[in-house]
């Protein structure tokens, strides 16, 4: 999907769920005030605080949506997520003033209200309108892979079960039990906290660049590894920005081959896992020669190309002329060479023993080279 069609989509539905949240505020609370209900008053409050998160989703998607630049090269989709911890510790705050209000009239410091059936059938309408924003704010995000507008979809459906909590505390408050709509309303306190929490704590994991699952990193390997020209998979590192995920890893691949392979297999990795998992938005992919994550440490730096070809060319002398191609393997801390002669079809085989010895100087007198290997064309 496009990215301008996503934001359209899901500041769509965000301002639907605001109209509707506007609607149900209003109905809630004049019809808890009305009807005597503080289970229905604090349902209300609730629509309110649903209200503020609604604007606070809208500024995340305009603020998200901007395209990367010099000061956010990955783009500004943490907006998202530092609006959802946001958004969290609101609900955090209203809970505990439901709460307290609840259970000081539990305590007797305020009138126990006695709700009518004005109250019980505002509660119904509240959960048929939450349940509906529920299915119709969930379907947006899966299309859009918005994990806010996720997390805003699961808010209603806990505005659903918290009316739902409100019409069994009326409902029972009718009945004759004195006490069961204040402790309804606490109990749609601890729902609306335990919601706030939730989205703060996942919010949190991704703002510190938390991994994702063993399973979501499990499907990543078994996709890799059935790629042809890797050998092994090391240092695989994942992280969420907003509902996208980046991955960066290490594929170790044959020593010996060329640079335009190993490139060719590393673009491979990366085009079949962009391709394969739609919430993935970048890899990055480190060609290995070696498993350079267990491969022993070393202390010193082996000599540069430059370093190297002036000690070949000391241990050939004027057999040096007729070197084509000099190929150096870097693995394990040592150097290999492929010493690869040109020689003319005239060349006596003589030509070629003392080429042969000539080379065996280099891996006894370059320490740092482990293994020469000569190689002859016509």
Known sequence: MEESEAVRLKSRATLVAALVNIFLAVVKVSAGVLGQSSALIADGIHSLADLLSDAV???????????PDQDHPYGHARFE?????VLGCGLIVVAAGISWDAVSRILGDGPLLIPDQLALCVAGISIVCN???FHFTQKVAKKTRSKLLLANAWHHRSDAISSIIVLVGIAAMLLGYGYADAIAAVLVSLMI???GVSLMVDSLKELVDTAISDDEIEALRQAISVIDGVINIHLL??????????????????SYISVSEGHMIADTVRNQLLEQFRNIADVLVHTDPEDDEVKESIDYWPPSRKELINGVRDCLGDYYS???EIKIHYLNGFVELDVIFMLSPLEHDLVV????????????????????????YR
């Open 131 to 133: 349940e509906w924003l």
């Open 237 to 254: 590192r994942t992280r969420h920005m907003g509902e996208d995920i980046y991955v960066d890893l290490h594929i170790q691949v044959d």
């Open 81 to 85: 997520t530092l609006a959802t911890v």
């Open 353 to 376: 023993d003392n080429c042969k010895k000539q080379c065996e100087k280099i891996t006894q007198e370059i320490a740092s080279v482990r293994d020469t290997r000569t190689l002859f």
């Open 57 to 67: 989703v809208l500024v995340a998607i305009k603020l998200g949506s901007k395209r």
């Open 193 to 195: 906290a335990k919601i």
């Open 322 to 324: 007729l070197v084509d």
